[in-house]
């Protein structure tokens, strides 16, 4: 693989290592300090974050440039030794990396024996992890006819398979996958980008473009977020990059890029393609048979307890509100399992170190979809339990879309959005603040849910994910082995006459 660090890797560098304008908050946003921006992604010359940054990077044979700015994530960082390409440093107080000048520093003549002995030692691990990693890729490619790549810059990536298995599947697979995130080393993230022929549009909304794309064959979804919304991009580029995020029931991340093109920036977010689309065009499409709603419930229930949960260890990941939830942001696999997908509001908080990282996308959730206390805006926003009391109030208005379009003795309803009876399309704020907090009105569960054990479980769920009192609401974990346990019901002995 080239060594060459190029503009973008190191912009995607600066974007994990917090660079970009997301705020962590320790406790309490109170304890934010103010900084000197000095940087590509500064739009005003001061920055707010929980601590200052001065980051000398340099491109390979270019000169170093001092960036300042914003620091968020991965506080290690800023202990870290400089490398060749980037020194880090960090400090607390307001203003504190305006006048900090940095070197790279040059090795050390007589370097003391221990780090010397510890850094061989590192080395032999990356060493053998590497040659692991390029044999699987290599037994891949002698498994195809032809040696030869034609795919540019990176030998890492490779012809697309002729045997109909998935090339991106073993790549993603593979070990050489960022250190912490889920996705691949960045320059291999941009590489697949630039591989990728855009085939149809797919869907289009104020928040830009879906597309289905093709990379060497297989088919993947590109997002192309509209320029308004920016911050979406960098927000779940930073999250699927500094989080590991493999689930069944999340939206699996390939890569994420960002182009230049006639002076205008393209920022792109590369994830696997579902062919049925979002839960919404599917309820669209077809009523429910009773087991396929459950089925299409408890996969998403399973996705958001696991963003909800925080886990620790070196696998771990920090617990995640997702704060967009609705069935447009549901994705149909073709298992018929849900996957969860846009993670550009998402708020994360590690207990351990008590961050809540609220990001600072000026985006707000759906109106439809909003809870009453984020309508009334009496929401704690300090409090990083809040936000997954939002989340479960909209699953529970998901289930309510669900639960509609489920077929029970025969009868079933057209799809409709939630609300669609007490407020009009494209509901204001304002006529959602109205139905949901001063006439505390929620959807009306259809009457024939109360016919069947199970879905009669679903209404009673409903109800629980609508209290007005967030606190009161289910938890996902809730939520999912409620569902788990109701899609295990023994079927309903067919009563024939
Ligand atoms: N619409 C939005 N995201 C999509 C995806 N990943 N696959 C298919 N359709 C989508």
Redesign the pocket.
């Known amino acids: 693989m080239t060594s060459e660090i190029p503009r973008k890797g190191l912009l995607m560098l600066l974007v994990a290592l917090g660079l970009t304008r997301g705020g962590v908050v320790k406790a309490s946003r109170d304890q934010l300090v103010n900084c000197t921006c000095e940087n590509p992604h500064c739009k005003k010359p001061t920055c707010q974050g929980a601590w200052c940054t001065v980051v000398l990077v340099r491109e390979q044979g270019g000169h170093p440039q001092v960036h300042r700015g914003c620091g968020n994530m991965n506080p290690e960082l800023c202990l870290g030794r400089p490398t060749e390409f980037v020194n880090h440093h960090c400090c607390y107080r307001s203003f504190c990396n305006h006048n900090v000048s940095l070197v790279l520093e040059e090795p050390d003549v007589n370097p003391p024996l221990l780090p010397i002995l510890g850094s061989v030692l590192a080395l032999l691990v990356l060493v053998a992890l590497g040659a692991l990693g390029l044999w699987r890729v290599r037994r891949r490619q002698e498994k195809q006819r032809g040696l030869h790549s034609d795919l540019g810059e990176s030998s890492l990536i490779l012809k697309a398979s002729e045997q109909g298995d998935s090339m991106l599947g073993d790549l993603l697979d593979s070990d050489c996958t960022t250190g912490s995130g889920s996705g691949l080393p960045f320059l291999v993230q941009r590489t697949v980008a630039r591989q990728v022929a855009l085939v149809e549009c ?2 289009k909304g104020r928040y830009g473009e ?1 597309w ?1 794309g093709s990379w060497h064959g297989e088919s993947v ?1 590109v ?1 192309i977020f509209s320029s308004r919304d920016e911050q979406s991009w960098f927000r779940e580029t930073e999250i699927y990059n500094t989080v590991l995020l493999r689930h069944d029931n999340i ?1 699996g991340f390939i890569a994420s890029d960002m182009t230049s093109r006639n002076s205008s920036t393209q920022l792109w977010l590369i ?5 049925h ?2 839960l919404y065009d599917f309820l669209q499409r077809q009523p429910l048979e009773p087991q396929l709603a459950l089925r299409l419930a408890v996969s998403a229930a399973c996705g958001l307890a696991h963003l909800h949960v925080e886990i620790f260890g070196t696998q771990g990941k920090p617990a995640i509100a997702h704060r967009d939830l609705k069935s447009r942001n549901v ?1 149909v696999k073709s298992d018929l399992q849900c996957c969860i ?1 846009d993670l550009g509001l998402a708020v994360m908080h590690s207990q351990g170190s008590d961050y809540l990282d609220i990001g600072n996308n000026p985006r707000v959730g759906t109106k439809r979809y909003m809870a009453p206390e984020v309508l009334d805006e009496q929401i704690r926003t300090d409090c990083f339990e809040s936000y997954k009391w939002t989340d479960v109030w909209a699953f529970g208005l998901v289930l309510w879309e669900i639960a509609r379009r489920t077929i029970i003795n025969g009868i079933v309803e057209d799809y409709r959005p939630p609300f669609y009876d007490m407020v009009p399309n494209d509901p204001s704020f304002e006529d959602m603040k109205k139905v949901v907090c001063t006439d505390q009105q929620t959807p009306t569960i259809p009457n024939r849910l109360a016919a069947d054990p199970v879905l009669s479980g679903l209404a009673q769920m409903m109800r629980e994910c609508w209290y007005p009192n967030p606190s009161a609401r289910l938890t996902a974990l809730r939520i999912k082995k409620t569902l788990q346990k109701l899609s295990h019901h023994p079927e309903k002995p067919k009563v024939t006459h």
């Open positions: 797919v869907g879906v289905r979804a997002k939206l994830t696997h393609f579902h062919e689309g979002s994705l997908a």
